[in-house]
């Protein structure tokens, strides 16, 4: 548990600090808490500081056609 402790200390630290993105705080967060109720905080120290993460891409908005356009299309 100290060790823990000692993580979050330094996890808080570097977030105040550094103010990383909004996106990258949300995903660290996101993979520490998949353990329960308890925060990985080892983990979220590590993912926090990895320069390697980037943000995902935005999700691809399928454009759905209208019935109307649908029956147009089929020559009805």
Do not use: T
């Given at each position: 548990?100290?060790?823990?402790?000692?993580?979050?200390?330094?996890?808080?630290?570097?977030?105040?600090?550094?103010?990383?993105?909004?996106?990258r705080v949300q995903l660290c967060n996101r993979?520490?808490?998949?353990?329960?109720?308890?925060?990985?905080?080892?983990?979220?120290?590590?993912?926090?500081?990895?320069?390697?993460?980037?943000?995902?891409?935005?999700?691809?908005?399928?454009?759905?056609?209208?019935?109307?356009?649908?029956?147009?299309?089929?020559?009805a």
């Amino acid at each position: 548990m100290d060790r823990q402790d000692d993580a979050r200390k330094h996890a808080l630290k570097y977030v105040r600090k550094k103010g990383p993105a909004a996106w990258r705080v949300q995903l660290c967060n996101r993979n520490a808490h998949r353990k329960g109720q308890r925060v990985d905080w080892v983990g979220f120290d590590n993912c926090i500081r990895n320069e390697v993460l980037r943000p995902a891409p935005a999700p691809v908005q399928v454009q759905r056609k209208r019935r109307a356009q649908i029956m147009a299309e089929r020559g009805a």
